[in-house]
């Protein structure tokens, strides 16, 4: 499968942005979308995942209920929905197919989307 974000950019604090990550392609050992992150100089950390059935797993307790992961299955589109950024949310995102949100173990990633918030 091939992923593709988009939706990045520049935002003040405060400030909301929606992710994409298209997916075209198939692959049959992955079952899940994850959202990651990865600002410089710290190591990446997984946001959220969202698999096929629906079922949804947050991760970062920075973003527990400011960001929200979605689907559009007619579009093959994953959405992370982020709202009250603030400066430290400053990283490059990526999204990646998972084998589950449990088992996290990834597949394809795609190219990352900046998104950088001033204060």
């Known amino acids: 499968v091939q992923l593709e974000e988009s939706g990045g950019g520049l935002v003040q604090s405060g400030g909301s942005l929606r992710l994409s990550c298209a997916a075209s392609g198939f692959s049959a050992d992955y079952y899940a979308t994850g959202w990651l992150r990865q600002a410089p100089g710290k190591e990446r950390e997984e946001i959220a995942c969202i698999m096929w059935d629906g079922e949804i797993t947050y991760y970062l307790d920075s973003g527990k209920g400011r960001f929200i992961i979605s689907r559009d299955i007619a579009k093959r589109t994953v959405y992370l929905q982020m709202n009250s950024l603030k400066p430290e949310d400053t990283a490059v995102y990526y999204c990646?197919?998972?084998?589950?949100?449990?088992?996290?173990?990834?597949?394809?990633w795609g190219q990352g989307t900046q998104v950088t918030v001033s204060s």
């Open positions: 990646a197919s998972q084998r589950t949100c449990e088992n996290r173990v990834f597949g394809s």
